[in-house]
């Protein structure tokens, strides 16, 4: 009898305690939904604060300016097709370690079986490409080819991991002042878009390793490491250029970026993805362009042009009948053939110094046949010649 009375008392303080313990979490519980804690604490409100207040004012209409509009668009259209890459290449260490070292940069999706347009000098050196998607997809990439001159590349991933295709524009018709857009990785940082205008056309600048690049659009949108190979694009989405240099003391952004017009690009890219190299035009010549000092002391009487030192034999000029000189002669410290035809034009584009006739060369295809004016003997004289592939 005593021991059910002291299984009583027990079940009785059990259920005391659980009721205290609801009762004090309801309390809570309401402290904190009323927050009643500020009446002893001397705190407001969240709801109390003016930032927090619900007014017409704090919700005013968003406004959307038409720069602002296109620059949402263009992103939007473009981002998915451009991708991140990874070039992992290999050194030995002190210790004769053989170690990793990893590169990025960007390119984009030009064609839906996977090929990836991007600069030489992202991929140059690289064992090992890694290719991360606009949805962040890693995947394994092939070299297709690539051109150092031109600075342009080519790989490949699966058509299956391609989730867009960029827009290729037309970079015959730019005028500076356009808006430029431009969307890569900056120092690993992901779709980045900054944006300028076309500053200058027609560039040209000395590279690193005394490459000369030609024929460049000057932006000063903001080009940092990590954005080369990324497209630079118009107002409509459509690629103009690809970003691949940029003037810095710095080493950062300093209003001054180097993108390769994407028409060149397209020529570049179908010939490394079908023949695995790029196909360069080739006259088969050396020269010296003619000063009033040199065509006065060889008695030449043309003071414009190019002097013909050297006939590759069998090469385009060789075979249309150009000739190079037979005579050597002193001309202060300068040794060199004379006797051989001066260049003048080609195609009717005067000709004056042989960085403008390998300009000139440059800019034609192979097997073009083009007109060559020379003077021999005073007298002019047109020559078809069919060029060739630079060997």
Same mark, same amino acid.
């Given at each position: 009898?005593?021991?059910?009375?002291?299984?009583?008392?027990?079940? &009785?303080?059990?259920?005391?305690?659980?009721?205290?313990?609801?009762?004090?979490?309801?309390? @809570?519980?309401?402290?904190?939904?009323?927050?009643?804690?500020?009446?002893?604490?001397?705190?407001?409100? +969240?709801?109390?604060?003016?930032?927090?207040?619900?007014?017409?004012?704090?919700?005013?209409?968003?406004?959307?300016? %038409?720069? #602002?509009?296109?620059?949402?668009?263009?992103?939007? *259209?473009?981002?998915?097709?451009?991708?991140?890459?990874? %070039?992992?290449?290999?050194?030995?260490?002190?210790?004769?370690?053989?170690?990793?070292?990893?590169?990025?940069?960007?390119?984009?999706?030009?064609?839906?079986?996977?090929?990836?347009?991007?600069?030489?000098?992202?991929? #140059?050196? &690289?064992?090992?490409?890694?290719?991360?998607?606009?949805?962040?997809?890693?995947?394994? &990439?092939?070299?297709?080819?690539?051109?150092?001159?031109?600075?342009?590349?080519?790989?490949?991933?699966?058509?299956?991991?391609?989730?867009?295709?960029?827009? @290729?524009?037309?970079?015959?018709? =730019?005028?500076?002042?356009? *808006?430029?857009?431009?969307?890569? $990785?900056?120092?690993?940082?992901?779709?980045?878009?900054?944006?300028?205008?076309?500053?200058? !056309?027609?560039? #040209?600048?000395?590279?690193?390793?005394?490459?000369?690049?030609?024929?460049?659009?000057?932006?000063?949108?903001?080009?940092?490491?990590?954005?080369?190979?990324?497209? !630079?694009?118009?107002?409509?989405?459509?690629?103009?250029?690809? $970003?691949?240099?940029?003037?810095?003391?710095?080493?950062?952004?300093?209003?001054?970026?180097?993108?390769?017009?994407?028409?060149? %690009?397209?020529?570049?890219?179908?010939?490394?993805?079908?023949?695995?190299?790029? %196909?360069?035009?080739?006259?088969?010549?050396?020269?010296?362009? @003619?000063?009033?000092?040199?065509?006065?002391?060889?008695?030449?009487?043309?003071? #414009?042009?190019? =002097?013909?030192?050297?006939?590759?034999?069998?090469? +385009?000029?060789?075979? &249309?009948?150009?000739?190079?000189?037979?005579?050597?002669?002193?001309?202060?410290?300068?040794?060199? +053939?004379?006797?051989?035809?001066?260049?003048?034009?080609?195609?009717?584009?005067?000709?004056?110094?042989?960085?403008?006739?390998?300009? !000139?060369?440059?800019?034609?295809?192979?097997?073009?046949?083009?007109?060559?004016?020379?003077?021999?003997?005073?007298?002019?004289?047109?020559?078809?010649?069919?060029?060739?592939?630079?060997?």
């Amino acid at each position: 009898m005593n021991n059910r009375g002291a299984n009583n008392s027990g079940t &009785a303080w059990f259920r005391t305690i659980l009721w205290v313990a609801v009762l004090c979490v309801l309390i @809570l519980a309401l402290f904190d939904k009323l927050d009643l804690g500020g009446l002893f604490s001397g705190r407001p409100k +969240p709801t109390e604060l003016a930032f927090n207040q619900i007014t017409p004012e704090s919700k005013p209409p968003i406004v959307v300016s %038409a720069d #602002e509009q296109i620059n949402q668009d263009v992103f939007e *259209k473009a981002y998915k097709a451009v991708v991140n890459i990874v %070039a992992t290449t290999l050194r030995v260490n002190f210790w004769m370690e053989v170690i990793p070292q990893q590169g990025q940069g960007s390119g984009f999706i030009v064609d839906p079986e996977g090929y990836i347009l991007t600069n030489n000098h992202v991929v #140059e050196k &690289a064992q090992r490409l890694t290719v991360t998607t606009a949805m962040g997809k890693k995947v394994e &990439a092939r070299l297709v080819g690539r051109d150092r001159q031109s600075d342009l590349a080519v790989i490949k991933i699966p058509s299956g991991d391609v989730e867009a295709v960029a827009t @290729l524009g037309d970079s015959d018709t =730019l005028r500076g002042g356009q *808006k430029a857009i431009a969307i890569g $990785n900056p120092f690993g940082l992901s779709h980045t878009l900054t944006t300028g205008v076309l500053s200058a !056309l027609k560039r #040209e600048i000395q590279t690193r390793d005394n490459a000369r690049m030609e024929n460049l659009i000057q932006t000063d949108a903001a080009i940092n490491p990590g954005n080369s190979g990324g497209p !630079l694009l118009n107002s409509n989405a459509q690629v103009i250029g690809i $970003n691949t240099a940029i003037f810095s003391l710095s080493g950062g952004y300093q209003g001054i970026g180097f993108a390769i017009p994407v028409n060149y %690009a397209k020529e570049v890219a179908s010939q490394l993805i079908t023949k695995g190299r790029f %196909a360069k035009p080739w006259l088969g010549i050396t020269g010296i362009g @003619l000063s009033e000092e040199l065509a006065d002391a060889l008695s030449l009487g043309i003071t #414009e042009g190019v =002097l013909v030192v050297e006939v590759v034999r069998e090469g +385009p000029a060789h075979q &249309a009948g150009i000739r190079g000189g037979t005579q050597e002669a002193i001309i202060g410290n300068l040794r060199l +053939p004379v006797g051989g035809d001066i260049i003048t034009s080609i195609d009717n584009a005067p000709i004056k110094e042989m960085n403008q006739l390998g300009r !000139l060369i440059e800019s034609k295809r192979v097997d073009d046949v083009v007109s060559v004016r020379v003077v021999r003997d005073g007298k002019p004289i047109d020559l078809p010649v069919r060029l060739k592939e630079r060997p």
